[in-house]
């Protein structure tokens, strides 16, 4: 089953979809695949993928694998880098995040909600 969310494995895609972000708000999940917390965290991050007519795009980025590009989202954001690490982005600019145990499906839904789905 194809996954319901883009993984960005490079600074230029990555790049691309801050770009984006002006156009449709975008949901991003640092997550290290070494890491117990991080795969529950990714766990609750799919299960809200998989929303139907969500309003908006959702990525992942796997820090082991793609360090340079989790380093580049530390420094364009300007947020501490702390995995596993959910970032609900607009117009280039971090409107939330969470880390650990506060990524869950309720909080994702719910940032999204006062956030995003009223705009």
Not at 26 to 46: D, N, Q, W, Y
Not at 54 to 83: Q, T, W
Request: proline share 5%; with cysteine; glycine share 4%.
């Amino acid at each position: 089953m194809k996954p319901n969310y883009q993984e960005i494995e490079s600074i230029e895609q990555w790049e691309t979809l801050l770009e984006q972000s002006g156009e449709r708000a975008v949901l991003l999940l640092k997550h290290s695949t070494a890491c117990p917390i991080s795969g529950a965290a990714f766990k609750e991050f799919k299960v809200y993928t998989r929303k139907p007519k969500r309003p908006i795009v959702c990525a992942l980025v796997k820090v082991i694998e793609s360090r340079p590009v989790s380093n580049d989202i530390e420094a364009k954001l300007g947020i501490k880098h702390e995995s596993p690490q959910a970032l609900l982005i607009r117009d280039g600019q971090t409107l939330w995040h969470a880390s650990h145990w506060d990524i869950t499906f309720e909080r994702i839904e719910q940032q999204v909600n006062e956030r995003i789905a009223k705009d």
